[in-house]
């Protein structure tokens, strides 16, 4: 059977010919409107119809300079967080005709370098990276390329990368301060990661460092409601006297409750639960999750803003501080005696 020939896309020559205007007029019809008389405007926008024609992107950003695209290197997608964050930035950027392109790095600094590298060929103008910890070979390749960038998820306005997110450490102590307040002595912290993920490492350093009564008994487990359920295991094996889970996620906490309830145990009588991050289904959970709410929706939309304003006004990025809020519901309580 003789093979198909893929159809020819119909280009702005085409177009041009069919309505007998010349290119430069097709490409104001494009891009400037208003410059171009409403009869050849109709005419041509009829014959764009017609042709099934579809500007193309590479032609515009050879035409202009620009593709006018924003990349976000994100540890993973599978995540809450980076869920929520990816749909502030693309909506922000949006508002301003820029277009975003995400690559996970799995928090490898090999595979964040390679994922930059493959962005720029296909034209990023700007990025977004996650924690302020990479690489000295991807900061030298951003530095060499000049383009503008933004780190998320974490709050140091001292730092070089203007950063724009949350004080892990301050989160933390929220978290902590509110356990100390009902009573806990003994409180058990699963957490994601801290290779390569600067944000658990902080957290996870600050409750170490704390002058408190409680003791904390720290572990790592898979950022997910799988790892919060193994995580409730792993408490009874090595903490057994904990009254209280500390999440550093909120998915992590709707594991752990699911876990203790497989248990027979109950939240919060027998054992309080805390997340951190203030998912918009933690408050529909039995019982509702207190948690730490991160403005993470906020983050995505401030940092589309900022290399918005960047790319088109040259003006740097400054950092930009999100407040931590405790908020408290009906899965912690107060220790049982």
Known sequence: MP????????????????????????????????????????????????????????????????????????????????????????????????????AQTHDDPAVELARARQLVDIGAEGFVVAGITHSAELLEFIDHIQVPIVSISYYAPDHFLPTIGYDNA??????????????????????????????????????????TPMQFHFCEVPVSVEGGALAVDLMRRDAPDATAMLCFGDVLAMGAISGLHQHGMRVPEDVSVMGMEDLPSSAFLSPALTSVRLQVQEMGERAAEAIARWLEHQERAEPVYLKSELIARASTGPAPR
């Open 3 to 102: 093979e198909l020939e893929p159809k020819k896309r119909n280009n702005l020559r085409d177009v041009a010919r069919s309505a007998g205007v010349s290119v430069a007029t097709v490409s104001r019809v494009l891009n400037t409107p208003k410059q171009v008389s409403p009869a050849t405007r109709d005419r041509v926008q009829q014959v764009m119809k017609e042709l099934r024609f579809v500007p193309s992107a590479a032609a515009r950003a050879i035409n202009s300079g620009r593709t006018r695209m924003v990349a976000a290197l994100l540890p993973t997608l599978d995540n809450s967080i980076y869920a929520r964050v990816v749909d502030g930035l693309e909506n922000r950027l949006a508002a301003f005709d820029l277009s975003l392109i995400v």
């Open 170 to 211: 301050e989160a933390a102590r929220i978290a902590a301060r509110h356990l100390e307040e009902l009573g806990h002595r003994t409180v058990f912290v699963p957490h994601g990661p801290t290779v390569g993920n600067d944000r658990m490492r902080t957290r996870r350093a600050t409750l170490d460092a704390l002058e």
